[in-house]
């Protein structure tokens, strides 16, 4: 029982993390009303499958490895950061590109699947958010039961989140209206991922 506050604080934390936007959002967002309501449900379980390899590793004491070892963090500040750039410059170049959407081809989950794990464990900011937060809530000593549940519930908020995204953005409506501006919709949230990967890496000197 006494486990209860602990395990509460950190999805209470996470909770709020998540709903932020940022580049896991834009990535949903795009993948759903682009492609199929399945592509987008398995981008967020990418996700999930991403918050859920950080609390893994939360758990097994990410702080201190990124405390006590400086250049990891900044390596990869560096590497996630070129990653979203490079994401981002790809759907930029593409912008222009007619999209036709037919929802009777068969879909790519594992694309999308990848490309969602891919976008959440490039970003080094989830990585310490994950490790303070853990930090801060975790007992000094708790049980494997605990750690179990904790990690089914990461999993939980941060696919069941990205899910509610893909449902809501994959619908008639809000897919017509990214049809009809999509050039200026991946330009925008292309330059979003640049300027966010660009600034990451820069970063990555201090």
């Given at each position: 029982m006494q486990e209860i506050w602990p395990y509460l604080g950190i999805?209470?934390?996470?909770?709020?993390?998540?709903?932020?936007?940022?580049?896991?959002?834009?990535?949903?967002a795009r993948t759903a009303a682009a492609g199929s309501r399945a592509?987008?449900?398995?981008?967020?379980?990418g996700m999930g499958a991403g918050g859920f390899l950080f609390g893994l590793l939360a758990l097994a004491g990410l702080q201190g490895l990124l405390?006590?070892?400086?250049?990891?963090?900044?390596?990869?500040?560096?590497?996630?950061?070129?990653?979203?750039?490079y994401l981002g410059l790809r759907l930029w170049l593409a912008a222009r590109?007619?999209?036709?959407?037919?929802?009777?081809?068969?879909?790519?989950?594992?694309?999308?699947?990848?490309?969602?794990?891919?976008?959440?464990?490039?970003n080094p900011k989830t990585a310490l958010v994950y490790a303070g937060v853990f930090a801060?809530?975790?007992?000094?000593?708790?049980?494997?039961?605990?750690?179990?549940?904790?990690?089914?519930?990461?999993f939980v908020v941060e696919a069941g989140w990205y899910a509610l995204v893909?449902?809501?953005?994959?619908?008639?409506?809000?897919?017509?209206?990214?049809?009809?501006?999509?050039?200026w919709a991946d330009r925008l949230a292309g330059g979003a991922l640049m300027a966010l990967g660009l600034r990451l890496a820069s970063s990555a000197r201090a």
């Open positions: 999805l209470a934390a996470l909770c709020v993390g998540v709903v932020s936007p940022g580049p896991s959002f834009i990535m949903i592509d987008g449900l398995a981008a967020a379980l405390a006590a070892v400086p250049a990891l963090y900044l390596g990869l500040k560096l590497a996630g950061g070129l990653y979203l750039a590109q007619a999209l036709q959407v037919d929802l009777q081809v068969p879909v790519r989950t594992r694309r999308s699947f990848a490309l969602g794990f891919a976008t959440q464990v490039s801060a809530f975790l007992p000094r000593e708790f049980s494997p039961v605990f750690g179990a549940a904790l990690l089914a519930s990461v893909a449902v809501a953005l994959s619908s008639e409506r809000p897919r017509a209206a990214y049809l009809r501006c999509k050039t």
